[in-house]
């Protein structure tokens, strides 16, 4: 049991990682990003890509393969989002599943259908003693560089001026443009953001677990759960609701592989029913 809980959080770190951004553009821009899962797998990929093709060192790799992955989002804001938007903001569910579908097939044409894995060689150890377990010491590096980028992000929105104008437009759209806030650019400026995180997590994840373009649904659908287990528009409830979601899908999928999926949507439903709110909102006020 303890195996699960420790490999759960480890793992929870990253799936907090990949739904920050979705959050974020969900609480900000307001829809419901059928792409991002694709903007994870993308980072994956190409960091894959840029290390084991053209020979970077990861680091660099992961984080070029980050900026890479937030400037496809802020395109995809910019040429399709934003107009459709402003036309019919539920169509933008369709055409964001629609753009995931054409990045896939175009991202199946350059990598094929094939897995791939990323293996790093960090000179360190290749496992570390915690508390009597023996737990790989990348898996560990992963985590904290997950916990890291978390409290950039935090800091981002907190203590800048971009921070600044997301929770402006976040709480009340017509007052931020009274305040002279570009809602246009802002939005934007938050696909960016979310894009290179989830491009971070997916640069991570690779290194870790095999990463192929057919997998985009799964990762849109984890980081949708995490976002609603932690509570909509709470950036510390994703944290804790990836973290929260590592252990459940880690012990789910250890115990009953082939009825997971059934376990975790169970236990989802149930968690729900209790605090519709999310494990970690705030009730009235996340779903104003």
Request: hydrophobic letters at 60%; one cysteine or more.
């Amino acid at each position: 049991m303890d195996d699960i809980v420790i490999f759960g959080i480890l793992r929870g770190a990253l799936f907090a990682l990949a739904a920050f951004g979705f959050s974020l553009v969900l609480g900000v821009v307001g829809i419901v990003n059928f792409a991002h899962g694709v903007l994870v797998v993308f980072g994956g990929l190409l960091t894959h890509y840029l290390v084991a093709q053209v020979g970077l060192p990861y680091l660099i790799g992961l984080a070029l393969a980050a900026a890479a992955t937030g400037l496809l989002a802020g395109a995809m804001q910019r040429a399709f989002i934003a107009k459709t938007f402003r036309l019919h903001p539920l169509m933008v569910l369709v055409q964001t599943f629609g753009i995931a579908i054409v990045i896939t097939e175009l991202g199946i044409r350059f990598w094929g259908t094939e897995e791939r894995l990323l293996r790093v060689d960090t000179g360190l150890p290749p496992v570390i003693e915690i508390g009597g377990k023996f737990i790989p010491t990348f898996d560990v590096l992963v985590f904290l560089v997950g916990l890291a980028s978390a409290g950039a992000l935090f800091a981002i929105l907190n203590y800048t001026q971009f921070g600044r104008a997301v929770r402006a437009c976040r709480d009340n759209r017509d007052s931020a443009q009274l305040c002279s806030i570009d809602i246009g650019r802002t939005f934007e400026k938050t696909m960016v953001v979310a894009g290179v995180w989830a491009g971070l997590a997916g640069g991570l994840f690779i290194s870790l677990s095999p990463m192929a373009p057919y997998m985009h649904f799964h990762w849109t659908v984890d980081a949708f759960l995490v976002v609603i287990l932690g509570g909509l528009g709470s950036m510390v409830g994703a944290l804790l609701g990836g973290l929260f979601y590592g252990v459940l899908n880690f012990a789910a999928y250890y115990h009953l592989p082939t009825l997971a999926p059934a376990v975790i949507f169970a236990v989802l439903i149930a968690l729900l029913l209790i605090r519709p709110q999310g494990l970690f909102g705030f009730g009235a006020a996340v779903r104003k």
